[in-house]
Structure formats: C-alpha cells, structure tokens
C-alpha cells in the first residue's frame, strides 16, 4: 500500500521560511511525478507545484512561482518543499500527492494524497 | 489558465436518491478530467480520471461523464459516507486547475 506522510508544517512570521517534507513507502518512489496540493482554510484545492520522478523537470502555479522550490531525494523516498518569502496567503493545510502513470506516461491526476501538514503565516 | 467551474456549490439529498454535480471548463480539456471526493479533516481521494473511468475500489454508483468543456458525475443512490465535498480537475494544460467543489449535503 502506498503512502504519504507530510512533516515541518508550523507557525511562521510573514517574510519567513519553511521546509515541508513527505515520506513515500509502498512504491518504487523515483518512478513516479510527485505533486504539492494546498487548501486555505475553508477553501477549495489549489495545486502548487509537481516534480518529475528523475527531478528533471518541474513546474509550479504563479502564486508560488520563484518563491517555493521542489525537490527530492529519491535515495530517502521524500519529497520536499521549500517555502520562501512566505506571505498570510499560503497559509493552508498541504498535501504530498502521487501522480498517476499509466503504461510509463503521466497523467497529471493525483491518484494517492498524504493527510497534509499544517503551515499558518501569521505575526 | 483553465478555469473550472462547478454547479451547485451546495446540492441537498436525501439517502437513495440520486444526486448530479456539473463540472464546466473555460476551454477544452478533452477528457482529461478528474474527480476527487473529501470529507471534512482529510485528504482529497481519487474517484474519476479520464473523465469516466472508476479509480480502483470505486463504488459503481458513482460515474462521470463528458468531454471537452462539460462534465457530470453521477452518485446514483447516495449512501451517508457519500455525504462530502467533491472536486473536479483538469489535467490537459499548465496550471493544473480545481473546481471550486460541490457540498452535497443531507436533506
């Protein structure tokens, strides 16, 4: 069984940094895209950034562009996030999610989501 | 960007009744299109990718239908652990983009 889990969530000043880091068990993790996903407090999904399984090549939303940077270590199985500059705005619940791939294609759906870690941007 | 655009934002039913959300984008998708269900303090979970076809584990009530910018998904007989928020997605273009999600509620 595949498996997400998120860490390094927390409570940040404006202008501060974090890192965010998501734990694979249950798959061959360099096979596959992983994606950030975040959801504001009583908002919908927004999708943040997504990595390639290599870490090739990545691709991130405009609200987060040249602020956060994705990453991996496929040697540990994880998936980070590095938040920069971070502002009220990114304050939401992020999830780790899976990619899909099907017959060595991806297919930019999130098929597997971890439970998400906490990140408040707040004096 | 594509933006996805779901009807209702509340829909109210009652147990063994059908329930239909609407799923409409700014421009063509094909018919990469996603649906995600989540309840409150989880993680989103995969219901309907390629527009129509079951995740794995996926109940047969639910099912998704269309292509291009109009999409449905239809939980035939609501069940109370269907009770939730659901989300469309597409995944034909950069940005990926949600919908705003339908609550379906009980009635």
């Known amino acids: 069984e595949v498996q997400l889990v998120e860490s390094g969530g927390g409570l940040v000043q404006p202008g501060g940094s974090l890192r965010l880091s998501c734990a694979a068990s249950?798959?061959?993790?360099?096979?596959?895209?992983m994606s950030w996903v975040r959801q504001a407090p009583g908002v919908g999904l927004e999708w943040v950034s997504v990595i390639t399984g290599g870490g090739g090549s990545t691709n991130y939303a405009d609200s987060v562009k040249g602020r956060f940077t994705i990453s991996r270590d496929n040697s540990k199985n994880t998936l980070y996030l590095q938040m920069n500059s971070l502002r009220a705005e990114d304050t939401a619940v992020y999830f780790c999610?899976?990619?899909?791939?099907?017959?060595?294609?991806?297919?930019?759906?999130?098929?597997?989501w971890g439970k998400g870690t906490t990140v408040t941007v707040s004096s | 960007e594509i933006v996805m655009t779901q009807s209702p934002d509340t829909l109210s039913v009652s147990p063994g009744e059908r329930a239909t959300l609407s799923c409409r984008a700014s421009?063509?998708?094909?018919?990469?299109l996603a649906w995600y269900q989540q309840k409150p303090g989880q993680a989103p979970r995969l219901l309907i990718y390629g527009a129509s076809t079951r995740a794995t584990g996926i109940p047969a009530r639910f099912s998704g239908s269309g292509s291009g910018t109009e999409f449905t998904l239809t939980i035939s007989s609501l069940q109370s652990e269907d009770f939730a928020v659901y989300y469309c997605q597409q995944y034909n273009d950069w940005p990926l983009t949600f919908g705003g999600g339908t609550k379906v509620e009980i009635k």
């Open positions: 249950g798959l061959t993790f360099s096979s596959y895209a």
């Open positions: 999610a899976k990619v899909a791939k099907l017959e060595n294609r991806y297919y930019y759906y999130m098929d597997v």
């Open positions: 421009q063509s998708v094909s018919s990469n």
